[in-house]
Structures are given as structure tokens and as C-alpha cells.
């Protein structure tokens, strides 16, 4: 594009400033970087660091706990701390934390995130999102556990919506099939692959019996146990879950080997008909999934850098930024007034 010597100059100004805006306009609103804290807050990591190192000393579920806390927030209107808060008083509308499938996630991971709030709001206060926080804290209890360690992006600020009525629809089921996993997957933008990765959480943790009672007992109907569980396994599931009667407290590790180390070994016991849940046992199963879980289960550095790789995609989903759309909150558990 040329202009003459007689070109007005306010419609070139014009023209100009339509293709600033264009080139502004390219540039994702949901942006998020490693560094986006470095000149207001250069020390959060190390300050949820020196909380989640000394929370996975004296309450080790709080590991377990609050990788799966972030998972549940991000599949419900995405990774903005949706999930941490606390229904008002009076209130009709529960809040995401009090849906039944929230109810269950350890009170720890709850008070870890909390803790760590408060020790960074004291050093940069009204700087850092709830949302962000328990991003880092994800990836701490990760690493404590013997994973991976990589880099959280940041820049998320906390969703004004929190809804116990949208999270059932949102997050995998524990008889869910294959085709409902790639389905829900797929919806929030990740891949197949990324599902079976993602899936490798279950390294550690532990699910309450109801999950899988049916597996034991009644499976599809049949009034017989799962055929796809390993005998010994069975019978020890029997042992700690009755038919009924059993106290609903009760839980039994997702990984029975190595209960308490993120490794891979998740994926070698879907191989030896060991997985808990029918979700997880149908990663074997199935001939979309069957490969890359045997992949995983011989290739421990291949899970580490594939989870990585996915709890960065997975904590970029339904970003929010901007007071249009999202709030610092002081208290992760409270609605900025």
C-alpha cells in the first residue's frame, strides 16, 4: 500500500490506527505466562512453595487432594477458583464446592490453598488470583509426590460464577465409558492422548467405595463381579467395601503398588487388571487407548513430560481475565463485594 503527497492526512491516520487495532486484536485475550508475576509478585511460587512443602509433611492426602481440586475447577467453567467457593449463607444456589462430586475432595486441599493465600496476600496483597494459586499448588503436589516439576503459567483471575448445578455434567464418571471420557475430553479441548495422560493422576489417591461397588458385586447387571479385575484384587476390594452396610468412609487407593509416588506404575496396573475404577480399567480396554497405556506403563519419563505437557493445556482452559469477567478475591472462599 502506497500513499501520495496528497493524501489526507486524517484518513491515513485512520487507516493506520485499523491496523494497529487488527494487529491488537491478534493477540489472545487469554493469555497466560510464566513470568506474568515477575516485577509484582516475583516470589509466589516460593511462597505457595514453603505452604504446600510443609502441608504434604504433616497431611499427605493433601496431595492427591488438590491436584484433583484443580482438575474439578478447571472442567467447571475453567481454571478460575470457581471450585473454592464457599456457598452463602441462605443461599438456594449451592456453590460448586458443596455438588456432591466436590464433596468428597479432602478437606486439606481446601485449607492448603487457603493457607497459601493468605502467606502471598501478606507479601503482595490484591496481586495474585486464587485461581493461580492453586494452579502452583497442583504442580508443588506433583512434584512432592516424585513427578515432574515445570513451569506454571499465570495470569488467571477468579470467576464471578460458581454453580453446584454445572459441575455433574462436566467432570468423568467413574463407570464412564470410553466414549463419554473422549467426548467430555474433546469438549474442553483435549485429546485423546491427553485423556489417557491426564488419566496417570490416579497414580495416587484414593476413591470411596460407592465408586466402584458395582464393579464388585453387580456389574452391568450381571449380579458377578467385573471379569476385567484381577481375583486377588477383587478380594481385597470385598474385604474393605461390603455389598452393603459398609461405612461410607472407607477408601482404597487408585494405585494399590506404589500408593503414595507419582510414577507410572498406574498404567502397569491397568495392565494386570488392577485399575479401580471402570474409567480406568477401560483405558486398557479399549483399542483407541490400549497402546499409549502400554507406552506409559514401560516409559516413566515419557508420562512425565506428557503430563506436564497436559496439566499446561488443561490449566489454560476457560481462562478468565479482566474485572469484566473475573475478580482478585482476598478470600479465595468469598465473592469480592
Not at 490506527?17 to 513470568?35: G, H, Y
Not at 464446592?97 to 485449607?111: P, T
Not at 499448588?137 to 499465570?154: E, N, T
Not at 510414577?263 to 475404577?277: R, S, T, V
Request: proline residues 4%.
Amino acid at each position: 500500500m502506497s500513499f501520495s503527497s496528497s493524501t489526507p492526512l486524517i484518513p491515513l491516520l485512520i487507516i493506520i490506527i485499523f491496523f494497529v487495532s487488527l494487529a491488537t486484536c491478534a493477540v489472545p485475550i487469554n493469555q497466560l505466562s510464566v513470568d506474568f508475576y515477575a516485577k509484582s509478585c516475583p516470589q509466589v511460587d516460593q511462597l505457595v512453595a514453603s505452604i504446600t512443602s510443609q502441608q504434604f509433611k504433616e497431611a499427605p492426602i493433601s496431595g492427591p487432594a488438590t491436584i484433583r481440586l484443580f482438575f474439578h475447577d478447571c472442567f467447571v467453567e475453567g481454571c478460575d477458583g470457581s471450585v473454592l467457593i464457599s456457598t452463602k449463607p441462605g443461599s438456594k444456589e449451592l456453590a460448586e464446592k458443596d455438588a456432591e462430586d466436590n464433596k468428597e475432595v479432602g478437606v486439606e486441599a481446601f485449607e492448603s490453598i487457603n493457607k497459601a493465600k493468605a502467606l502471598v496476600e501478606s507479601k503482595c496483597p490484591g496481586i495474585v488470583s486464587c485461581a493461580d494459586i492453586l494452579a502452583i499448588a497442583a504442580r508443588d503436589f506433583v512434584h512432592l509426590a516424585g513427578g515432574p516439576y515445570y513451569q506454571v503459567k499465570k495470569g488467571r483471575w477468579d470467576g464471578k460464577i460458581s454453580m453446584a448445578s454445572r459441575v455433574q455434567s462436566n467432570l468423568p464418571r467413574a463407570n464412564a465409558t470410553i466414549d463419554q471420557l473422549i467426548q467430555l475430553f474433546k469438549s474442553k479441548g483435549l485429546t485423546t492422548e491427553e485423556l489417557v495422560i491426564l488419566s496417570g493422576a490416579h497414580t495416587i489417591g484414593f476413591a470411596h467405595c460407592r465408586h466402584f461397588l458395582n464393579r464388585l458385586y453387580d456389574y452391568k447387571g450381571t449380579k458377578k463381579p467385573d471379569p476385567s479385575i484381577d481375583p486377588r484384587l477383587l478380594k481385597a476390594l470385598k474385604m474393605s467395601c461390603p455389598s452393603y452396610g459398609g461405612n461410607s468412609d472407607i477408601v482404597a487407593p487408585f494405585d494399590v503398588t506404589t500408593t503414595f509416588s507419582f510414577d507410572n506404575a498406574y498404567y502397569g496396573n491397568l495392565g494386570a487388571k488392577m485399575g479401580l475404577l471402570a474409567s480406568d480399567q477401560a483405558l486398557f480396554l479399549d483399542v483407541r487407548t490400549k497402546s499409549l497405556v502400554q507406552e506409559l506403563a514401560k516409559d516413566k519419563q515419557k508420562f512425565f513430560q506428557g503430563f506436564a505437557l497436559a496439566m499446561d493445556k488443561m490449566g489454560s482452559i476457560g481462562v478468565k481475565r479482566g474485572t469484566r469477567h473475573g475478580e482478585k478475591r482476598k478470600y479465595c472462599s468469598v465473592h469480592m463485594a
